[in-house]
């Protein structure tokens, strides 16, 4: 699904990722754990095509081809998706009328006939069941006034609604009360699948509880120092990220 | 337009023997005080910003009777078409073409004077409104009677049209009776060559009154328009200021409202967009001179190329004016570097125990938000859409009549698709 290969990527003549590689195959979830800085969000801005980030060497596949070249848009209509750790404020621009332009854009890019009004309400409507939102947003402009967790949730409503098959979830965790992370990792868990894959970048252990990766990558200075499965999580918890500094 | 070019249509006008004698006076003093003022140049301190040499260095003619449409109209080209409208072609009524509800008594200015035993005080505030007054066409005047609802909004289209070079200076008086109400759509559209509109509007709202003014300023490029609009508020009377304005090189608003009854409450809001070398410029003037009363300025300016525009916004709230409560806001997007606003919002406060706020922001689109909708699969020149889409949406959804607002966002996905660019 995705090839990273000796990646050199930075930000502003900044070199930040210095030579990393990561193979996700169909159906795996991986987690990316590291500190502030590490270069987490390099990585996930790298992958989805964000504007600013330059990649010096190496390269990043996906389904077979490279898409360093690729615009953010048409990664996002090959099907990878990101959780924003930040998700954006867009005043004015409605929640509906958002998804639905973005949901018949890849209907159209898959040679689907595009969603009415009604039916994409009835889809809406059942996706927001699963993650306990309320119809009202459906009115609300994206993310205005929007508490963190409802953030979060619409992202993952997001995802449910276009149904990547790479799935990039950054911080997914940060800013989430417990009931809040149970109802996301809910919603991730049931989308789980063996078509499926999952990059999920996070500080800590306390996502991987309810979402288990099938490996755990700790990131230090741009680089993957030790990878592992769940219980290098649990390690980590324990003991830091020192011991694994040279 | 020169001195000598400005007397010459000033002795025309008053050769025209159509006009009844008693308004010779009026506009000769007018044309006086004029001429005393002089066309403001930058030096003023309210014309900082807007060179007005487009007005300056064109000779424009006064419009005679030849300048009316010797043959029909189409004014379906101009939207709207369920709307009761009245037409104004080159500063010439069209009473073929225009229908008004039959509880609204329309009259042409001068008959209006008559009414009012030409004891009408006329606009002063801005040199053009005595250049109005000196040179003024007929002109048309509503009146709404007492408890007079309306049930459809009425449309006054301006057409400015042809290749000589014509000043007009169209002047409107509305009056709306205690506990009256009434929609107005004030449309200046028209394919013509260098133009020069100059037109006054005098709006009275008595006790418990209620008007909901919407302007479309929609001019050809070659356009100049100036808006001269002045708004007498009485007693727990509302007014409601929805202006459009997408056209003419060189677009003026000078709009001055007076609160002098207690409880009155009035709502001015603005949508600019420019493009090219337009300039729009939106001097707004609320006075609370009576206590207890609300109000709002809202100005949005969008501006592509080299297009410029200002925000000139000022409440003053009088030492009487207790308990006021204000707000104004002006927000712009700047779609290009080479593009300009000055943004000047100013509150003069002469008293305590009121509530007023106000704030400006000019910025670019942001590129957060741009990469997000990106991230959704929309390519960047949607996604600069929908972001200029949602900033502009707030002050389109609050025109509730279904034609307008249809006919409005026609109008704003036209330009939004020629201006968005990558």
Not at chain 1, 122 to 146: H, P, W
Request: net charge negative.
């Amino acid at each position: 699904m995705l090839d990273i290969q000796d990646l050199h990527a930075g930000i502003d003549n900044k070199e930040i990722l210095k030579g990393l590689s990561l193979s996700i195959r169909p159906g795996e979830m991986h987690a990316v754990m590291g500190r502030n800085g590490s270069g987490k969000s390099t990585l996930s801005n790298v992958i989805t095509g964000r504007e600013g980030y330059y990649i010096s060497k190496g390269d990043i596949r996906y389904k077979n081809t490279s898409i360093i070249d690729w615009p953010p848009e048409k990664r996002a209509l090959e099907g990878i998706f990101m959780s924003f750790q930040y998700p954006v404020i867009m005043p004015g621009v409605n929640n509906t009328y958002f998804l639905k332009a973005a949901l018949n854009a890849k209907r159209n890019h898959n040679g689907k006939k595009e969603f009415d009004a009604a039916s994409f309400l009835k889809l809406i409507k059942e996706k927001l069941e699963t993650l306990d939102m309320d119809t009202s947003y459906l009115q609300r402009a994206v993310n205005e006034g929007f508490s963190g967790g409802e953030k979060k949730r619409n992202e993952i409503l997001q995802m449910l609604t276009l149904e990547p098959e790479l799935a990039i979830l950054d911080e997914t965790d940060s800013g989430l009360d417990i009931d809040a992370l149970k109802i996301i990792a809910d919603g991730i868990n049931k989308y789980r699948s063996g078509k499926r894959s999952f990059l999920v970048i996070t500080h800590y252990q306390r996502l991987l509880k309810y979402i288990e990766p099938d490996f755990i990558h700790v990131l230090i200075d741009g680089k993957f120092v030790k990878s592992g499965n769940k219980e290098l999580a649990l390690e980590l918890e324990e003991k830091g990220y020192s011991w694994l500094e040279s | 337009m020169s001195v000598t070019n400005f007397q010459s249509e000033f002795n025309k006008i008053m050769n025209c023997d159509y006009f009844s004698e008693k308004v010779q006076p009026i506009r000769k003093k007018a044309f006086t005080n004029f001429l005393k003022k002089g066309i403001p140049n930058k030096k003023w301190e309210q014309w900082r910003f807007t060179d007005l040499s487009p007005i300056t260095n064109i000779d424009f003619h006064i419009s005679d009777t030849n300048d009316a449409p010797n043959q029909d109209i189409d004014i379906l080209k101009y939207g709207m078409i369920d709307i009761p409208t009245i037409v104004i072609y080159n500063g010439h009524y069209q009473e073929k073409l225009s229908s008004v509800p039959p509880e609204i008594k329309l009259l042409s200015c001068l008959d209006y004077m008559e009414l009012k035993n030409w004891n009408v005080e006329q606009p002063k505030d801005s040199p053009f409104d005595l250049l109005n007054t000196a040179l003024m066409d007929s002109g048309i005047c509503l009146i709404a009677d007492k408890n007079y609802q309306t049930k459809s909004a009425i449309r006054i289209l301006f057409i400015s049209s042809g290749t000589q070079h014509l000043i007009s200076s169209p002047r409107v008086h509305i009056d709306l009776k205690d506990s009256s109400s009434m929609t107005i759509i004030e449309q200046h559209t028209g394919d013509s060559e260098e133009y020069f509109l100059n037109g006054s509007l005098v709006i009275t709202l008595k006790n418990n009154s209620k008007l909901s003014h919407i302007r479309l300023q929609e001019n050809s490029n070659k356009t100049i328009n100036m808006g001269n609009i002045h708004v007498q508020q009485e007693e727990a009377s509302h007014y409601t200021f929805h202006q459009f304005a997408y056209g003419s090189q060189l677009g003026r608003l000078n709009l001055h409202a007076d609160l002098n009854g207690q409880g009155a409450e009035c709502f001015l809001n603005g949508l600019t967009l420019t493009n090219n070398k337009q300039h729009i410029d939106n001097f707004v003037i609320t006075s609370h001179n009576a206590p207890h009363c609300i109000s709002s300025q809202n100005f949005k300016t969008v501006l592509q190329d080299h297009s410029t525009g200002v925000f000139n916004g000022r409440t003053i709230v009088s030492k009487d004016a207790t308990k006021t409560d204000s707000s104004q806001v002006n927000k712009n997007l700047l779609l290009s570097t080479n593009a300009l606003i000055n943004s000047n919002p100013q509150l003069e406060i002469h008293t305590d125990d009121v509530k007023c706020s106000h704030g400006s922001t000019t910025g670019e689109l942001d590129t957060n938000a741009l990469f997000y909708i990106q991230s959704r699969g929309l390519d960047i020149i949607s996604a600069k859409m929908l972001l200029i889409q949602g900033f502009a949406s707030e002050l389109i959804s609050k025109i509730s009549d279904k034609e307008i607002k249809n006919y409005l966002l026609n109008q704003f996905n036209s330009w939004l698709e020629n201006n968005t660019k990558k």
